[in-house]
């Protein structure tokens, strides 16, 4: 009889060899592409890029998705633990600085089979939406050596609003607690080889929430954990229904979360550009 996957704070308790769950994914993994990517943070892609494996689905479906045919599954190819080990080794091949696995959640346990059959040479990095249970998280910390998890939202109304969640503050901010406790921070050469840096994207008419986010950082912050304060959005997905989504961020809401951050106790930090808005840096799906 099939285990019933209930990986993700979602539950879902259904049998994925014949069935899907919020993810939209069955069992077998799937991935989109996988190449050196050189736009992460600069302690992540380094000169060589970072050994980026994009993965179909997710647990979180968030209307504004920049990777939106991923995420909503329209976009993949079938791999086994096997064919991702082989990946793994191809990455390595092209001198990336590490393996980081964009969107992992509800593939983990497959992914952990793979780094069995070939743990990599270089760092792990788990590239997350944050909305992380105790059981992905403990098959999480058996390999993983960089945590990268966003935290969107603190606001419930906006997690609601957003992906239909709205506990999602409480659940990513408790499993990235343990990340922190975890993964005390190492970099040597400029590169992270060890730690967790917890994203934020700032979003059109939240920049109040945002402000709440780094105040939540500056007051829980672990073991030289980093920071990073996205501005890259833009208008993808389904936002047809949020008229506030269908524009960037103003000067105005990027220099006002900026000045938040630059008044507090925060060291350990990146600030993205707001150039960073564009389609262009949006990858193409073509594996």
């Not at 976009?75 to 964009?102: P, Y």
């Not at 792990?124 to 105790?134: A, C, D, L, P, R």
Request: charged fraction near 20%.
């Amino acid at each position: 009889m099939s285990e019933k996957c209930n990986l993700c704070p979602n539950n879902c308790n259904v049998d994925r060899q014949n069935f899907v769950g919020r993810c939209t994914e069955l069992n077998n993994m799937r991935i989109a592409k996988f190449y050196p990517h050189p736009f992460e943070e600069p302690f992540i892609s380094g000169t060589k890029g970072s050994g980026t494996v994009f993965f179909s689905g997710c647990s979180l479906k968030c209307a504004f998705c920049q990777n939106f045919e991923l995420s909503r599954s329209t976009r993949g190819k079938s791999i086994t633990a096997h064919d991702l080990a082989d990946i793994f080794k191809q990455l390595e091949g092209m001198g990336v600085h590490n393996i980081n696995l964009v969107n992992p959640t509800h593939f983990v346990d497959k992914i952990y089979e793979a780094v069995k059959i070939y743990h990599p040479n270089v760092p792990i990095v788990y590239n997350t939406h944050g909305y992380e249970s105790k059981t992905s998280l403990d098959i999480a910390l058996k390999f993983v050596d960089v945590f990268l998890p966003d935290l969107k939202f603190k606001s419930p109304t906006l997690s609601k609003r957003y992906t239909g969640i709205a506990n999602y503050f409480e659940v990513a901010s408790s499993a990235i607690l343990k990340m922190m406790q975890e993964r005390p921070t190492q970099i040597k050469n400029g590169l992270i080889l060890k730690g967790t840096c917890v994203r934020h994207l700032i979003l059109p008419l939240a920049a109040k929430d945002s402000i709440e986010i780094i105040n939540w950082f500056e007051q829980n912050a672990l073991n030289e954990s980093y920071i990073s304060i996205m501005s890259q959005y833009t208008p993808f997905g389904e936002i047809d229904k949020f008229a506030e989504l269908k524009r960037p961020i103003t000067k105005g809401e990027y220099e006002r979360v900026l000045q938040a951050l630059m008044q507090s106790s925060i060291t350990n930090c990146y600030i993205q550009d707001r150039t960073s808005a564009s389609e262009k840096f949006i990858p193409k799906w073509d594996f």
